[in-house]
């Protein structure tokens, strides 16, 4: 999913793809992206329910799901109304540049998951 993102991402920055028009990549990768995310939804609550306290008591994994709410707000609505537009101006290059930092900042978020000590949010500490 976050590949499809960053073509369209990285077309609008003028990287790569520079004889494709951003309004027709956008809409020939806009079903791959959704297919995509879908499928990265559910695997992703099918691998949260295997250990539900190892992740919700972990606050990497807190902020990974935050930055990925976001991350799909901002997808959904501002980078998508960006590409649609056609748009190469100084906005939609900003657009693209906070969208291609979200995606960036979700996958760090399950990297840390991995680094970062449960914490007990109620009560003394593990």
Known sequence: MIG???VV???ILGFGLMNRDSVQLQRDLFWWTVGALTV???S???LFSTDPDMYYLNPSFLI???LLL???CWQFTMRLRAAANGETDGGARLTAAVSLLLWALVIFGGIFIAFVDQVTWFGGSD
């Open 4 to 6: 499809t993102i960053a």
């Open 9 to 11: 991402d990285f077309r």
């Open 40 to 42: 990265a939804v559910f």
């Open 44 to 46: 992703g609550l099918l």
């Open 64 to 66: 990974k799901i935050l």
């Open 70 to 72: 976001v991350a799909i």
